[in-house]
C-alpha cells in the first residue's frame, strides 16, 4: 500500500508539472509573440497564403510521387488536359532546358550571383550530374541580385527560349522538343524584414521559395532561394534556415553540369 500511494504522489506531480509547462507555453505564446510580431510587417503563416503550389499528377499506372514530391509542375500552368504523367526521360530533357535557359537568360539580364544549390548541387558536388530521382532544378540568387529583377521589371515576363538541339543524355531517348517559352515569377512575399535575419529561420516557410522559372509548356520549373547576409557578416542564409559560409562560396567560377 505505501508503494501504491508513492506511485499515486509521483504520478499527481507529474501531472502539476505537466500543468504548469503548458500553462507557461500559453502565457509566453500570448505575451511574447504578440510583441515580437507587432515589429515587422504581417507574414503569411499557412498554406492557403502559400504563393507557390504544386501539382499531384495522377494516372492509372503511376503517382506524381513516382516523379517527384508532388510532381514539381505549377499548379498555374497545368490544366487537367494537360497534367498528364511525363516518363523520366521527358523529366530529365525538361530538366536539361530549364537549367540552360535559366543561366543564359540570367547571364543575358546581368545577373552574376546566382548559382546551382541544394539538391542540385549536390549532383555537381558528387558526380557532376543532376541526381537520377531529381525532378526540379534549384539555384540561389543573391538578394541584390532579386532587387535589379524586381526594380527592372522582370518580374512576371516570358522569355522565348530556342531550345538546343544538341543531344545530351537528357533528350537523347525523347523526341526533339520544340522551343518554348519560361515565365520568371518572382513571389511576392520573397523579402526578409531585416529583424528575421537575426533569427535562425523566418515564419514564413510556405513562402521559402522566392522565385520560379517555370516551361510554360509543362510546369516543369527552377525553384530560387534568395540568399540572404547572416548578421555576422561571415554566411548568407535562406527563409528556411538554411547557412552557408561566404567563404564555401565565393569567389564564383563557371562550370558545367552535364554538359550544361
Known amino acids: 500500500m505505501r508503494y501504491a500511494w508513492r506511485s499515486s504522489v509521483t504520478h499527481r506531480r507529474w501531472r502539476i508539472a505537466s500543468a504548469i509547462i503548458v500553462v507557461i507555453v500559453i502565457l509566453a505564446h500570448l505575451f511574447l509573440g504578440p510583441a515580437i510580431l507587432r515589429t515587422v510587417p504581417p507574414i ?12 499531384f ?10 516523379s517527384g514530391a508532388v510532381s514539381h509542375r505549377d499548379t498555374r500552368l497545368l490544366s487537367a488536359e494537360r497534367a498528364t504523367f511525363m516518363s523520366p526521360d521527358l523529366v530529365r530533357a525538361s530538366l536539361g532546358d530549364l537549367l540552360s535557359s535559366y543561366f543564359e537568360t540570367m547571364d543575358k539580364l546581368g545577373m552574376k550571383e546566382t548559382r546551382i544549390a541544394h539538391g542540385t548541387l549536390l549532383g555537381y558536388h ?53 522551343p518554348t517559352s519560361y515565365l520568371l515569377d518572382i513571389n511576392p512575399y520573397w523579402t526578409t524584414p531585416k529583424i528575421l535575419t537575426k533569427l535562425p529561420i523566418t515564419w514564413d516557410i510556405a513562402n521559402k521559395i522566392d522565385a520560379r522559372w517555370i516551361d510554360m509548356s509543362n510546369g516543369k520549373f527552377v525553384d530560387t532561394t534568395v540568399a540572404h547576409e547572416a548578421p555576422s557578416g561571415k554566411e548568407l542564409q535562406c527563409k528556411d534556415g538554411h547557412r552557408y559560409p561566404k567563404a564555401a562560396i565565393y569567389p564564383l567560377s563557371a562550370s558545367t553540369l552535364d554538359g550544361i
Request: zero cysteines; aromatic letters at 12%.
Open 44 to 55: 503569411p503563416y499557412n498554406e492557403r497564403h502559400q504563393y507557390f503550389k504544386d501539382r
Open 126 to 178: 558528387w558526380g557532376g550530374h543532376i541526381l537520377p530521382w531529381d525532378t526540379d532544378i534549384d539555384v540561389q540568387i543573391s538578394a541584390s541580385n532579386m532587387v535589379q529583377l524586381v526594380e527592372s521589371r522582370y518580374n512576371f515576363t516570358v522569355h522565348p527560349v530556342p531550345l538546343s538541339t544538341r543531344r545530351t543524355m537528357f533528350n537523347q531517348n525523347v523526341p526533339a522538343r520544340s
Open 57 to 66: 499528377v495522377h494516372t492509372p499506372r503511376y503517382l506524381s510521387r513516382r
